[in-house]
C-alpha cells in the first residue's frame, strides 16, 4: 500500500477499535463485577491443560487480483462484509503438556452477492433481455503449528509456534439469460462458473500474553509469517489487544489482521482481512 493508503487503513483500525473497545470493557466489567481476582498467566505443568476459543471476527477487506498486465483492487467495509455474509465458523483449541503443546485456528466464511438487469429491445416494448448473476465466494483457513513455551513467568507467558496454514479460497458464479417476447421466455442460457485457488504455506512465530500488573487483565499478542511453495503464495497475520481472566477462562477483544497470497492457474490474488475481534476462551 501507498503512504496514503496505510494512513487511512490505521485511521479505520483506530476508530473502529476504540467502538467496540467501549463495548467490551462493558460486557468485561458487567461479568466481572464482584469476582475475585484470577492470575490470566497459564500455569506450565506436567498435567494436560486444554482450551477452545469461539471467535466473532469481524473484518474489513482489501482483495487485488491480477492477470497478466490487469489489475483489479476492490475494498469491502465491516458493514458490506456483515451484509453479505453467508455460514461462517471461527474457532481455536490449544492443548499443552509441560512446555510442548499444539494448536488449531479455523476461520471458515462465505460471502454473498447478487445483481441483475432487464433491457428492452428497441421499438419492441414487447421483447426484453435479462442477465442476472448470484455469487458466493468461500475462504477456508486452517492453522495448526506445535507450540514450545519459551519464557513463563508471572507477568509474561511466551510460546513459539511452528506449522502450516491450509488456504483455499473459491469463487462460484450462477449467471443466467433470458429473452422475452410478450412476457414469456423464448430463449435463455446459463453458465456455472467455478474457480478455486488453494496452497499449503509454512508458517513460524509465536504468541502469547502480558499481564496488567497484578490484575486479572491482560494484553494478548500473536504474529506468524509463511511462505508457500509458489514465488506467489505468502501469508502472515498479526493480533494484538486486551481482555480479562475468569475462573473459569477468560474474554478478550483484539484486533486481528492477517494477508493471503494465492498463486492460481490464472493469476494471483491478494487478500488483506482486518478488524476487531472477540472471543471467549474456555479452559479446562
Same mark, same amino acid.
Given at each position: ?18 467502538? #467496540? ?6 460486557? =468485561?466489567?458487567?461479568? /466481572?463485577?464482584?469476582? $475475585? !481476582? &484470577?492470575?490470566? %498467566? ?80 428497441? #421499438? ?6 435479462? =442477465?442476472?448473476?448470484? /455469487?458466493?465466494?468461500? $475462504? !477456508? &483457513?486452517?492453522? %495448526? ?140
Amino acid at each position: 500500500m501507498a503512504i496514503t493508503n496505510w494512513f487511512q487503513f490505521f485511521m479505520k483500525i483506530k476508530y473502529t477499535f476504540i467502538k #467496540s473497545s467501549l463495548a467490551f470493557f462493558a460486557l =468485561a466489567f458487567a461479568i /466481572g463485577a464482584g469476582a $475475585q !481476582t &484470577i492470575n490470566p %498467566m497459564p500455569k506450565v505443568s506436567d498435567d494436560w491443560r486444554f482450551s477452545v476459543s469461539i471467535n466473532a471476527w469481524a473484518p474489513e477487506s482489501w482483495t487485488t487480483t491480477t492477470a497478466g498486465k490487469l489489475s483489479k483492487s476492490t475494498y469491502s467495509s465491516i458493514s458490506d462484509n456483515l451484509n453479505s455474509a453467508g455460514g461462517f465458523a471461527q474457532l481455536t483449541g490449544e492443548a499443552h503438556k509441560g512446555n510442548w503443546g499444539v494448536m488449531a485456528d479455523l476461520v471458515y466464511w462465505q460471502m454473498l452477492g447478487s445483481g441483475s438487469k432487464t433491457r428492452y429491445v428497441p #421499438s419492441r416494448d414487447d421483447a426484453s433481455l435479462y =442477465a442476472g448473476v448470484n /455469487g458466493k465466494d468461500t $475462504q !477456508t &483457513i486452517l492453522t %495448526m503449528a506445535a507450540t514450545y513455551t519459551a519464557y513463563n513467568s508471572n507477568s509474561l507467558y511466551l510460546d513459539g509456534l511452528a506449522g502450516a496454514r491450509y488456504i483455499t479460497s473459491t469463487t462460484t458464479l450462477d449467471a443466467t439469460a433470458k429473452l422475452a417476447l410478450d412476457g414469456t421466455t423464448v430463449a435463455s442460457a446459463a453458465k456455472y462458473p467455478s474457480a478455486t485457488n488453494q496452497t499449503i504455506d509454512p508458517v513460524i512465530g509465536f504468541k502469547g500474553r502480558a499481564r496488567i500488573a497484578d490484575t486479572s487483565w491482560f494484553v494478548p499478542f500473536y504474529a506468524d509469517i509463511g511462505k508457500g511453495p509458489s514465488s506467489n503464495n505468502g501469508t502472515w497475520q498479526t493480533l494484538i489487544g486486551i481482555g480479562n481472566a475468569y475462573s473459569w477462562g477468560d474474554v478478550t477483544l483484539a484486533y486481528r489482521a492477517m494477508g493471503l497470497h494465492l498463486n492460481g492457474a490464472v493469476g494471483k490474488t491478494n487478500y488483506t482481512n482486518a478488524g476487531p475481534q472477540l472471543s471467549a476462551t474456555f479452559n479446562f
